[in-house]
């Protein structure tokens, strides 16, 4: 380690951050005894020097495990209509998805959502969202059968949704309204995301259209520790306005529970009105 001057923790602190970028730490990162035996210093030293990488967002420390390299962070501008899928993939990280469910179902929630018949068929797609093995998100999708149904036999192991559904159905996702909110997930969706107990995640609800025809309906459950979303504006952009939404009577909340909210929290706004949308961007690949 330097002899340069400083408190003796921040010396620590600079030669771990070093090794870090180096990659010494990526099988594991070393425990308070052993940062103390090899630097041969005080507890109170080393843990200083680890709650600043803490702080930075380079290690995540949990009671009783120890210390852990977080994986890649994320960030999400605002206003477009975004990717979870690029996202992660421009950091470097590789996307897969676990699919839990890809099925027809009659939903007359989702399907009022979408603007149809309670009787009229979908198609729900249910994955597990995954940044190099590690669960990101908990994603639901429901579409009208007419456009899913081309679906039902694609693998969606390593592809985004829309580029499927342009590829399949000739639909194009053009534009999109979400609501965003934090939430602390009940422990069996925490688990699914690998959350400890009381970590905090977005919940993301999204009505998807084509061509002025709502097409879909999604609710997204990502993790608050490894997203950020940003919002940008200048001078010359309009006014962004923050509106409080009017809450609902218990009795109707009911018809905004997803499948993987069901185990863990009871929403209680209502869902997106489905004729208001905005952040056109062809191409994306959610």
């Known amino acids: 380690m330097s002899e340069a001057s400083g408190p003796l923790w921040s010396r620590v602190l600079d030669d771990l951050r070093r090794r870090l970028a180096e990659g010494e730490f990526e099988a594991r990162f070393p425990t308070d005894r052993e940062i103390v035996s090899e630097y041969g210093v005080s507890r ?8 600043r990488l803490t702080a930075d967002g380079l290690v995540e420390r949990t009671r009783g ?6 994986g890649p962070q994320f960030e999400q501008p605002l206003g477009t209509l975004y990717s979870l899928f690029r996202s992660i993939e421009a950091t ?4 897969t998805s676990e699919v839990v469910s890809l099925e027809r179902v009659r939903d007359a929630d989702a399907a009022s959502v ?13 994955r597990v969202r995954l940044a190099d093995q590690e669960p990101i998100a908990v994603d639901v999708v429901w579409l009208p059968e007419r456009i899913g149904a081309p679906l039902l036999d694609c693998d969606f192991g390593h592809t985004a949704l829309y580029d499927e559904l342009a590829r399949r159905s000739g639909t194009v996702i053009d534009a999109a309204r979400e609501r ?3 939430i602390v997930p009940a422990a069996p969706l925490a688990r699914r995301l690998g959350l400890a107990r009381g970590e905090a995640a977005f919940d ?3 009505v998807g259209s084509s061509r002025g025809t709502v097409v879909e309906w999604r609710s997204t459950v990502l993790r608050g520790d ?6 940008e504006w200048s001078p010359a952009d309009h006014a962004t306005q923050l509106t409080a939404e009017p809450r609902i009577p218990a009795a109707r909340r009911s018809h905004r529970r997803t499948a993987q909210h069901r185990a863990s929290q009871r929403n209680t706004e209502p869902p997106l009105e489905p004729e208001a949308s905005s952040g056109t961007s ?3 690949r959610p």
């Not at 109170?44 to 709650?51: D, G, I």
């Not at 490894?226 to 919002?231: D, I, N, Y």
């Open 44 to 51: 109170h030293t080393a843990r200083e020097a680890v709650r």
């Open 65 to 70: 495990r120890g210390s852990f390299l977080r």
């Open 92 to 95: 470097g990280a590789v996307q």
């Open 114 to 126: 979408l603007g149809l018949r309670s009787s009229d068929g979908l198609v729900r797609l249910e």
């Open 180 to 182: 965003i909110r934090p």
């Open 204 to 206: 993301i609800e999204r």
């Open 226 to 231: 490894r997203f950020t979303f940003v919002a």
């Open 282 to 284: 062809p191409g994306a």
